[in-house]
């Protein structure tokens, strides 16, 4: 069984004081619940993907907390000459577990391709993070009716399949669909699932069913209490990626909450 994932993509919000008190709440309340178990525990794990600026004093804040931390880039090489990047291994130094990979942000802004995205989950595994993925098409290639011939391709230009066989840590792939980024435009519960099935058997071709089926697949975009419940209720969608959600501890909880037990 897949334990389900509810990560948080701060992005590039965040100055020190609201980040902490915000990771600080999130910690706090994980502890009650934990402790009095009146609400419960959510049923999934929680990670907060906060700026690079951020990641050394929350990682004190949430310490102990069981609420991983990670990263939303970081560079293919190891170290060097790459001035105002971050390499894989620096991550893990500061304590984060994951890294957010080939966000549409990242290949728009920066012009990112799926070769990229593939040296840069290399290199993170190399390091003992777990990758977190992310693939998506856009509303012109969704109405063109490609979506599923642009993830697949997507899917098979950036998991690092080579050098999954031999690492310890699994890959999360985020299936987030450009169109419903941060416009508050949801897919509907059909075309999430449409695509995560799809997904499921294409990974399963790349890196064997046993290895597919312990991959966690998310859904980002636009995710909110609102929508949570029915998108976390599909067979293939082991958690979120949340954006905007992500920045009130409130609407992250809730959303956490609603991970089917
Ligand atoms: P959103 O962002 O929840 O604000 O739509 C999701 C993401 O980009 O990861």
Redesign the pocket.
Known sequence: MRRMLIAG?W?MNGLSAEGLKLAETLAQRLQQATDYGDPPPPACDLLICPPFTLLWPLRDAIAGSGIALGGQDCHPAESGAHTGDVAAAMLSDVGCSHVVLG???RRADHDEDDALVRAKAEAALAAGLTPIV?VGETEAQRDAGETLAVIARQVQGSVPAQALAGAERGLVV?Y?PVW????GRTATPEQVQEVHAALRGQLAELLGSARAEAIRLLY????KPGNAADLLALDDVDGA??????LKAEDFWEIAAACPA
């Open positions: 993509n992005k966000h549409s942000e992310c985020a987030e419903a980024i941060g416009t980002g975009g636009s995710v990626l949340v954006g905007g959600a992500s």
